[in-house]
């Protein structure tokens, strides 16, 4: 089971970071950092500003709040938002 | 290839090590010496599935089908003073983990959420090195706001705590306390330099002393070698304790161990097997880093090796497999979920 991470700005910012490194989708290999969002981490960094997140983890799922672009949640594993290659790796 | 040719035999008798502890542990009841768990983990992967079968015969025979079940929760995250290498949660590195607190109704409904599971254990742990006043007011509270509420037995990992730390832990209810020693006492300088591995066992202490009951466990793969492993294994079984919590390494970003692999599946299944040798009577809990080692075969091929308990949902800044999922493959493999006035 995984939840979308969405940008609550409202203003339909461009998720372009990535959740686990923080580094910029559009450079380097993010592969490994989609497996791990995909069974053992929550997202760290916000994929709209890539600040790190304050991120509380509970027995059934995780609640992730960037300073700048709100607050998200899920339960198990990370999905990015249209990335089917990454959900194709969740349970 | 011969057990002789692979050194896993017993140096007492020339025996080969599984057959030996056939008779020593599963008929006995007497745990594996480190020469022994040595040499089990040693064997080679071809008799990995002969271990595993001999090490759930113990287990069966020992502790019996159950399975105890636990959920745990973060009540305080990151900003810790201590520098356990393995740690996302340390204050000393550069890891992405920034610090948070739960608030008490969150952590009554990750209680909540745990009972669900038919869990019988729920731990409240904390980032620190030891708890201060602050720290032991907000668990008190928690406690009885549980207790208020869910019906389920509260254990707490708070780091090394003081006599008085204890008695107040003990007169609150606290059923187990946690305190992991981690690794081996010969390893310990390598994982952690801000304390020593003998303040830990010093807690432990006081902790059997007051009546709680003792949870102490460790990681697997943190660069140490085989002989350390057994070491390790030794020095639990040592200690006595009610329950070890078995964790495989997730090697975090930030941290010193961020560059160590994940420790290899029939690797990690192998240790299982040894664990379970060197303590027959204890409940051996899969713990964090088992979906990253194990996947979902292992995790199966664990439980029919010796594993006695799982830590079900998530971790404390981790995620696990959903709850069902560990659910399902436990009535899959027809092992019954522990109640809660049962005692292994």
């Known amino acids: 089971m995984s939840a979308v991470l969405e940008p609550t700005d409202g203003a339909g910012a461009a998720a372009v970071y990535c959740a686990w490194c923080g580094g910029a989708r559009t450079e380097g290999e993010h592969a490994a950092c989609d497996r791990r969002l995909a069974t053992v981490d929550p997202p760290r960094h916000c994929p709209v500003c890539a600040r790190r997140m304050v991120v509380q983890v509970d027995p059934v799922g995780w609640t992730a709040r960037c300073s700048r672009h709100g607050e998200s949640a899920g339960q198990n594993g990370f999905s990015w938002p249209g990335d089917e290659a990454k959900r194709e790796l969740d349970p | ?344």
């Open chain 2, 1 to 344: 290839m011969t057990a002789v040719e692979t050194g896993t035999t017993s140096e007492d008798t020339g025996e080969d090590v599984l057959a030996v502890a056939r008779e020593q542990v599963l008929e006995r009841g007497e745990g594996l010496s480190q020469e022994q768990v040595l040499a089990v983990l040693q064997l080679p992967s071809d008799r990995l599935s002969e271990a595993l079968a001999l090490a759930h015969e113990v287990r069966m025979r020992h502790c019996g089908p159950e399975v105890e079940v636990e959920g745990i929760v973060s009540l305080k995250t990151g900003g810790c003073p201590e520098d356990c290498h393995f740690c996302s949660q340390s204050g000393l590195f550069e890891s992405p983990v920034r610090a948070a607190w739960l608030d008490k109704d969150r952590l009554v409904e990750a209680a909540k959420q745990t009972a669900k599971t038919g869990a019988t254990e729920f731990c409240i742990v904390a980032a620190v090195r030891g708890p201060d006043a602050k720290l032991m007011e907000q668990v008190r509270a928690g406690i009885a706001a549980i207790r208020a509420e869910v019906d389920i037995n509260v254990a707490c990992s708070l780091g090394m705590l003081t006599q008085e730390q204890v008695d107040e832990l003990a007169a609150m209810g606290v059923h187990r306390y946690n305190h992991n020693l981690e690794t081996a006492r010969s390893h310990f300088p390598e994982v952690v330099t801000t304390h020593s591995w003998e303040e830990r066992w010093d807690t432990l202490q006081m902790v059997r002393a007051a009546g709680m009951e003792v949870c102490c466990g460790g990681i697997v793969g943190m660069g140490e070698t085989l002989d350390q492993r057994a070491e390790f294994a030794v020095q639990l079984a040592e200690l006595e304790p009610d329950e070890v919590p078995l964790n495989f390494l997730i090697p975090n970003p930030g941290t010193p161990f961020a560059h160590l692999e994940v420790p290899q599946g029939a690797d990690a299944l192998m240790t299982v097997a040894a664990f379970r040798l060197a303590l027959p009577r204890t409940v051996l809990r899969f713990a964090g880093g088992r979906e990253l080692t194990l996947g979902d075969l292992g995790a199966e091929q664990g439980m029919l090796g010796g594993v006695n308990a799982i830590i079900v949902g998530n971790y404390l800044t981790n995620l696990g497999r959903p709850a069902e999922q560990d659910l399902d493959m436990l009535e899959t493999l027809k092992m019954p979920i522990k109640a809660l006035n049962d005692t292994l």
